[in-house]
């Protein structure tokens, strides 16, 4: 922003004039000129325009009374509007932030920061002359992936459930390039990591706090709208809070990142989701199996098992047996409907599926039997089902493919002093996409975001590392 003050400033400036007395055509000549170019000029007016247009609504807000996550929302779309010109990055976080502190609330919002992200990547490219995309195998996966659902738009029985979701899980791709190519120094990752876990660490202890406080125990829904997707992302964010300390020096950021590793641990019981408790019985056994302190986290792991177990509610200690005599278990029973209709989709359309969107409507069509509107509960089926088992080829490549480049970093890095981080980064990411696989399967998370961009950040985890190596 050197140019603003360039402009009133009463020495010489760059070019050589006085600044006493500017004309606005003077100043907009030397904006141009700083800003390379009319066209980043037309974009930066659009951004200036939609600051604009937030700003208003913050003050109907606080005019009309509305929710605190509204204004939260909207401040921090002003937030991504005004620094994403400056730093694009500032848009992935303000992305994080809304789709997870508010997942309802800033849907709307989300719109507004996907465009701001992407004005504000092509000002930093033309202005920094960074043209090239980063290139990975994922890449093509995720643009297969996209492409297959959208030919199962055209083939669908009802066009109009498919939009929503395509913008959705647009969104969220657009966000897995945004995330591979803004992110390009450890600075920036240990940022984007530390805000994954502050949303969930915040949410956990807000779970943990209102079940101390008020007894409630089948919470979980906090922040995600739903407990077992709830459940799922902290299954999936735990490798990242015990892992993270072995990155991090600060002794007190050790320290709080083992609270936040407890405090998730605790939420996701408390979520009272038993695919979330599968989940988490899986990456937890995966880090005691990756540790070189097998004996310590042994006894350390039975302690807490014990301790867990003298406090846990007799209401989901019913609910986890339920697994084992899932028979009797009218949600478990409804969960292998759903799978079974699934499958006849699939038989059917094994193409193109029956459309994005689509799963619910079409029950009655595949199984009269099954309760209407019921979702397919499992994410790989719900892929195939509706957009193909193309689609879902695109899709269980995504972690496998990410799973052997982060073995192959692990193993290259393994024996070097400065490639510990990387190794940590590694098992990291492993154990995530093994809960992810484990929980995933018994909830119809396909478009989840959080499971893309972690997919994205082991292209940067290696985008980097061989940069170092370099």
């Known amino acids: 922003m050197a140019f603003i003050f360039n402009c009133f400033n009463t ?69 991504a509007l005004m620094w994403t010109p400056i730093r694009p990055f500032i848009g992935v976080i303000v992305y994080c932030l809304l789709a997870y502190l508010i997942p309802l609330g800033g849907f709307w919002f989300s719109r507004t920061v996907t465009l701001a992200t992407l004005w504000g990547w092509l000002i930093w490219a033309i202005k920094n002359k960074k043209y090239r995309f980063v290139k990975a195998t994922q890449n093509y996966l995720i643009l297969g992936l996209w492409l297959m659902m959208l030919i199962s738009i055209i083939f669908a029985f009802d066009k109009s459930l498919c939009w929503q979701p395509l913008e959705t899980i647009s969104k969220v791709f657009f966000f897995y390039f945004a995330v591979i190519n803004l992110i ?22 807000d779970v943990g706090a209102s079940y101390l406080f008020r007894g409630i125990t089948h919470l979980g829904g906090a922040g995600c709208g739903d407990n077992n997707l709830f459940a799922l992302s902290l299954v999936m964010t735990i490798p990242f809070a015990f892992y993270f300390s072995f990155v991090e020096k600060s002794p007190l950021k050790k320290v709080i990142l083992a609270l936040l590793f407890l405090s998730m641990i605790l939420a996701t019981i408390l979520t009272f989701s038993r695919g979330g408790f599968l989940g988490l019985v899986t990456v937890l056994g995966l880090i005691w199996l990756k ?34 005599e899932y028979r009797q278990d009218g949600s478990a029973m ?31 069509q595949y199984n009269p039997y099954a309760h209407t509107g019921i979702e397919p509960h499992n994410s790989f089926i719900q892929i195939a089902s509706e957009c193909g088992l193309i689609a879902l080829l695109f899709f269980i490549l995504l972690p496998i493919i990410s799973i052997r480049e982060l073995w192959q970093l692990r193993k290259k890095f393994a024996n070097t002093q400065k490639g510990k981080w990387v190794v940590s980064m590694a098992n990291m990411l492993e154990i995530s996409f093994c809960g992810y696989i484990v929980s995933g399967s018994f909830l119809h ?12 950040l082991s292209v940067v985890v290696k985008q980097i590392a061989e940069k170092e190596e370099e």
């Open 445 to 456: 998370q396909a478009h989840m975001p959080l499971f893309y961009l972690f997919i994205a």
């Open 184 to 205: 390009d120094s450890k600075r920036n990752l240990k940022y984007f990591i530390w805000t994954i876990l502050f949303i969930f660490g915040f949410l956990s202890l």
């Open 334 to 364: 409804g969960r292998i409907v759903a799978w079974k209709t699934g499958l006849k989709m699939i038989k059917d359309k094994p193409v193109i599926g029956v459309g994005l969107g689509n799963f619910s409507l079409l029950i009655p």
């Open 11 to 79: 020495s010489e400036s760059n070019f050589g004039q006085s600044c006493n007395i500017l004309s606005i055509k003077e100043w907009y000549g030397r904006f141009r000129k700083e800003w390379r170019g009319k066209y980043i000029f037309i974009l930066f007016i659009f951004v200036l325009i939609l600051c604009l247009k937030e700003i208003y609504f913050l003050y109907l807000g606080l005019l009309k009374g509305l929710a605190l996550k509204y204004l939260f929302a909207g401040s921090c779309t002003l937030i």
């Open 291 to 324: 540790t070189k302190y097998k004996l310590i986290s042994s006894f350390t792991s039975l302690f807490l098992i014990l301790c867990v177990l003298l406090f846990l509610p007799q209401g989901y200690k019913d609910r986890i047996h339920s697994i084992l």
